[in-house]
Nanobody, 115 residues
Framework: QVHMVESGGGLVQAGGSLRLSCAAS????????MGWFRQAPGKQRDLVAR???????YYADSVKGRFAISRDNAKNTIFLEMNSLRPEDTAVYYC?????????WGQGTQVTVSS
């Protein structure tokens, strides 16, 4: 069994910063891509950023230059450093991990950016 635990969400003013983390634990053989999606009320869940085992990254256009994804392979953990936050970044952020042949999701963490 695999467990995904997220932390780091909260309330911040526009222009501020937050750091999210997500750790995978349990019966794990191979961890491939890991990343973050977000879902605002009434909207679909969209990919924010992802990172490969080798460190290759992808960012949605809306967060390029403001967000940075990183990972600690030894701890099966990823991080999302979010800077220059905007009200439109408000959403529930979900981490995911492709582990062995399945995809696992975190429970979600709320990020609220006030104007």
């Amino acid at each position: 069994q695999v467990h995904m635990v997220e932390s780091g969400g909260g309330l911040v003013q526009a222009g501020g910063s937050l750091r999210l983390s997500c750790a995978a634990s349990g019966s794990i053989s191979t961890v491939n891509n890991m990343g973050w999606f977000r879902q605002a009320p009434g909207k679909q869940r969209d990919l924010v950023a992802r990172i490969s085992t080798g460190g290759f990254t992808y960012y949605a256009d809306s967060v390029k230059g403001r967000f940075a994804i990183s990972r600690d392979n030894a701890k099966n953990t990823i991080f999302l450093e979010m800077n220059s936050l905007r009200p439109e970044d408000t959403a529930v952020y979900y981490c995911y991990a492709n582990i062995d042949i399945r995809q696992y999701w975190g429970q979600g963490t709320q990020v609220t950016v006030s104007s």
